[in-house]
Nanobody
Framework: VQLQASGGGLVQAGGSLRLSCALS????????MNWYRQAPGKERELVAG???????NYADSVKERFTISRDNAKKTVYLQMNRVRPEDTAVYYC?????????????????WGKGALVTVSS
């Protein structure tokens, strides 16, 4: 299983950026796809999550500014980041929670992409 993230870069405060993450490999089904971030000197935190068949959830700090979406046919998750702030500067990681095994009886949530650096200038 691989997660390939793209779309990071430098953006001015108040601007927009979209991250993408494509999932590939062999598994039974997708339980959820998520975005985390880790700022310098801080712990990794959940930014947004989208369970299969469920509603998106967001960290309070990004509500009303970021939107997570999925294209299930492409097995891709997106994070649309609007009205970005300098405090959004971080490495963003996509994460997948997958059902594995012949009958999908095992759930694993330790699939991570390599990370995309987002830098917001003031």
């Amino acid at each position: 299983v691989q997660l390939q993230a793209s779309g990071g870069g430098l953006v001015q405060a108040g601007g927009s950026l979209r991250l993408s993450c494509a999932l590939s490999g062999s598994f039974f089904s997708i339980a959820a796809m998520n975005w985390y971030r880790q700022a310098p000197g801080k712990e990794r935190e959940l930014v947004a999550g989208m369970p299969t068949g469920g509603s998106a959830n967001y960290a309070d700090s990004v509500k009303e500014r970021f939107t997570i979406s999925r294209d299930n046919a492409k097995k891709t998750v997106y994070l649309q980041m609007n009205r970005v702030r300098p405090e959004d500067t971080a490495v963003y990681y996509c994460n997948a929670r997958l059902r594995t095994g012949v009958l999908g009886q095992t759930v694993r949530d330790d699939y991570w992409g390599k990370g995309a650096l987002v830098t917001v200038s003031s």
